[in-house]
């Protein structure tokens, strides 16, 4: 009956851990965020079928401890971030493959291709810059002609046509329909009324 409290225990204090630990799909986790995550779910599961259950919780706290030490120290010093995480390589560069980048990640072409297709993209030469991120996310900026109009652009552009042919203002209607009989127009002939 202790496997019981036990198992809630340990669900319960890795939850508590994880979350202390921050939010972040797989995804986007770094390698050693992803080292620390593994190695909990391998140390929870170790006193269900073992015995010692502090030690497990303990051992989960200074994973999650050293990882918030690692994360404060990536944040604080360049050199430790560049060693950790990594940073951010170029994949394409003014429409063009960077194969030798692309060959020191061990990422493909087809794998590229990939993922400018989940992004929408159609075309390489439509890429001004591609990044593989860290995480392993793709970060892109596609050349100006290929680039989605945005709101500003296109309040700007509707400016500069505007001020560009001066468009005369259509007469405004008027609300009075006695009008056209103060002009001087005759009244209609009761005789046509009927």
Known sequence: MDFLWESVL?????VLLLRVAGRKSI??????????????GTIIIQPIIETSVWKTIVA?????????LMEYLQVKFNF???????????????GKLKT???RKLRFTADQLEMRLRTNGITKISDVKM????????????L????????????????????????????????GDIFQELKKGHSPPNSKDLH
């Open 10 to 14: 340990l669900i319960f204090s890795g």
């Open 27 to 40: 995804s986007q986790m770094t390698l050693a965020q992803t080292v620390v995550m593994i190695s909990i």
């Open 60 to 68: 989960a706290a200074i994973l999650i401890g050293s990882l918030i």
């Open 80 to 94: 430790i971030e560049k060693f950790i995480t990594g940073k951010s390589k170029i994949v394409i560069e003014d």
């Open 100 to 102: 030798a980048n692309m």
């Open 130 to 141: 591609a990044t593989l991120e860290p995480n392993g996310q793709l970060g892109y900026e």
């Open 143 to 174: 050349m100006n002609d290929a680039k989605p109009l945005t709101v500003g652009e296109f309040k700007r552009l509707i400016g500069e046509m505007i001020l560009q042919s001066p468009v005369q203002p259509a007469p405004q209607a008027s």
